[in-house]
């Protein structure tokens, strides 16, 4: 009996750590954000005690509805970008010999030994007026002036694509290469032609790892706001954006709790029809 | 129907195949017999398309298909591995190359019917490959290939996961369904039991080579070299024994384990002498060892009952009937098989 007790009380010591970081540091912030999007700004600093529902009505207004309109447009964009820019990459990534596979995935993995804010600098040079690819595009005699892309919606589409590109590439490619490529010989073989076979055998196979690609490239889409601050410079506004600004400048606590509040909403849906969808609680590749 | 013509391949500057020549009549069971790393999988895949041949044509029905791709030949293979479709339930995998070839829904319904009834399988339509035991899937494997009416069907080593009680089966139900369904069956092995139980004829492979073709009794008592005598019901190779038969220099005499006797010394027993080394039990019979004095090697005879006195170390004469002897081209001396 007493051995029992004392190993139940280990095994509460052992995770109770656990418990209380979980606590702390994720469902305490939750709870007191999900309050204070309920409670109404102080005049000058912080907040007040009053509840009111008048946050949330503010979301409602068109320019804000205009923002998350905007933000989703620009994740449903990325998404589809890094689909089909992902998807081949990191298929055939997995039908290559085992030694190309490992050097592809070292220059998946060089440019993360950069700080990812260094490298959206680095699109400034590529983007600005009479910047490279204007230069590359005037030389070729493709253009005749230069397009002034940086602080535009493209441009900050185009970062948001390359800063999420690998995650896409990295989680199909999981998928790929645990494929058994029998299979698809298997389907050749019953007379099935190679796109036949990828569409009945090969994609099927690999829709986990495309899911997972897309709520690792989605998500993290609506809420990177300084993609859109460095590369949209004030003309793209995006939830993140609003939610920065409101907090750091502003001082409207509540109001960004609450546009934090709505957009967790989102993202929770998108979850669930990720799931709904793919039959599946895992994130290949990630878990 | 089908025809190979001086096949080679070759992956990574390792050949595989030396020049590969075979024909196979329509409705017949051939069987490439053969160690592991003889070519005989890389024939098959040559002739299901997956693989291309580095010189050689395949015919099928004297079309020349060496270029065509897999999906147009009409050769369908069943898969070591089974190959199943993880994705998709029995009905779903067997119905696959109908759909492929947008085949009426009633048709394809009917048909899948029909071919799972040929395995035994009807009651499992529903089911997922991964909830059915490896015979099953081996069932499965077999319906989803013969479903087309293909004019030759590939089997690589069907049998091979399975245990052997179930092996035994599944080779008069192979049978069975080659007659019934009247299409040409290459099937690959490294069991000889199992190639002269099912086959027409057998080619047995060595060497990216096909070094005898020929039906199972062929094979059996007619051996051309020692290789096909030991691979082929594990004849004894007796070197630099005196034998009756004439012989040129690079030729020797097989004889069967089953036309050995091995005898006391006695006053009227002959032969050549030897000593008893071991004395296993094989079935209803025994398996006893002796090395001859003469040349040092082993013999093994297996037609002595569990009553025999024999024990190891018992000097004996070792004898055979002229008749069972057996000239066969020497050509594997000492090579494990």
Known sequence: ?287 | MLRLESITKAFDNTKVLNGVSLTVGAGEFITLLGSSGCGKTTTLRIIAGLEQPDSGRVFLDERDITDTEPNKRDVNTVFQNYALFPHMNVEANVGYSLRIRSVHKNEIKQRVTDALRLVRMDEYAKRMPAELSGGQRQRVAIARAVISRPKLLLLDEPLGALDLQLRRQMQLELKRLQRELGIAFIYITHDQEEALNMSDRIAVMRGGLLEQTGSASEIYDAPYTSYVARFVGSANILRGVPAVSPMTPNETIAVRSENIVLEPYSEHSRGLEGVVTDKRFAGGMLRISARLNLSGAEVVSSRHGIDSPLTPGQNVYVSWDAASEIIVKDNDAGEEL
Not at chain 1, 57 to 86: D, N
Not at chain 1, 96 to 123: H, K
Not at chain 1, 183 to 207: C, H, I
């Open chain 1, 1 to 287: 009996m007493k051995a029992i007790k004392r190993d139940k009380r280990a095994a509460i010591a052992a995770v109770l750590p656990m418990y209380i970081f979980t606590v702390a540091f994720i469902a305490g912030p939750l709870i007191y954000m999900l309050v204070m999007s309920f409670l109404v700004r102080d005049e000058s600093w912080g907040i007040t005690n009053e509840l009111t529902l008048r946050n949330y009505l503010h979301i409602l207004e068109p320019v804000y509805l205009e923002t998350f309109k905007q933000s989703l447009r620009l994740a449903f964009i990325t998404t589809l970008f890094t689909v089909l820019a992902g998807y081949p990459a990191g298929y055939f990534m997995a039908k290559l010999p085992p030694v190309w596979r490992g050097r592809c995935m070292m220059l998946l993995i060089i440019p993360f030994w950069t700080s990812s804010l260094m490298r959206m600098y680095g699109w400034i040079i590529v983007f600005r007026a009479n910047g490279s690819l204007d230069s590359i595009l005037m030389a070729l005699g493709i253009t005749d002036k230069p397009l002034k892309l940086l602080y535009t919606y493209p441009a900050v589409a185009v970062g948001m694509i390359y800063a999420l590109l690998p995650f896409m590439i990295y989680s199909v490619y999981a998928s790929a290469e645990k494929m058994d490529w029998e299979l698809v010989e298997a389907a050749r073989d019953l007379g099935a032609s190679r796109f036949r076979a990828f569409l009945t055998v090969s994609l099927p196979l690999t829709m986990p790892g495309l899911y997972s690609g897309i709520v690792l490239t989605f998500i993290p889409s609506m809420g990177l706001y300084f993609i859109a601050d460095i590369l949209g410079g004030n003309k793209v506004v995006l939830v993140g954006n609003l939610i920065q600004e409101q907090l750091m400048r502003v001082h409207d606590w509540p109001f960004a709790a609450a546009l934090s509040v709505i957009l967790m909403i989102l993202t929770t849906l998108f979850l669930f029809f990720y799931r709904k969808l793919s039959h599946s609680d895992k994130l290949e590749g990630l878990v």
